[in-house]
């Protein structure tokens, strides 16, 4: 199983990014896919979940600007982040709950300057 991200990058505070990641390989069993992101000296903390349901969950901070999206048909989950703060600036990565298993992308680097 492989999960390949993309979308992030360097922007200003206030702007938008939406961030795509695509898993690939034999997959079946998905529990749930999400985000999570880890800043510089800090513990990697979830930002977002979505169930094979659609059920959704955002950590307090990000709720209101972030919102998560899934494409079951293509094992596919995008993150639309809006209203961006400095303090979102983070690496994130994509993550598979499947097959009693966690599955990890391999970050992609948002930052956001003032």
């Known amino acids: 199983v492989q999960l390949v991200e993309s979308g992030g990058g360097l922007v200003q505070a206030g702007g938008s990014l939406r961030l795509s990641c695509t898993a690939s390989g034999s997959i079946f069993s998905i529990n749930s896919m999400g985000w999570y992101r880890q800043a510089p000296g800090k513990q990697r903390e979830l930002v977002a979940r979505?169930?094979?349901?659609?059920?959704?969950n955002y950590v307090d901070s990000v709720k209101g600007r972030f919102t998560i999206s899934r494409d079951n048909a293509k094992i596919t989950t995008n993150l639309q982040m809006n209203s961006l703060k400095v303090e979102d600036t983070a690496v994130y990565y994509c993550?598979?709950?499947?097959?009693?298993?966690?599955?990890w992308g391999q970050g992609t680097q948002v930052t956001v300057s003032s």
């Open positions: 979505i169930t094979g349901g659609g059920s959704t």
């Open positions: 993550n598979l709950l499947a097959m009693g298993r966690v599955y």
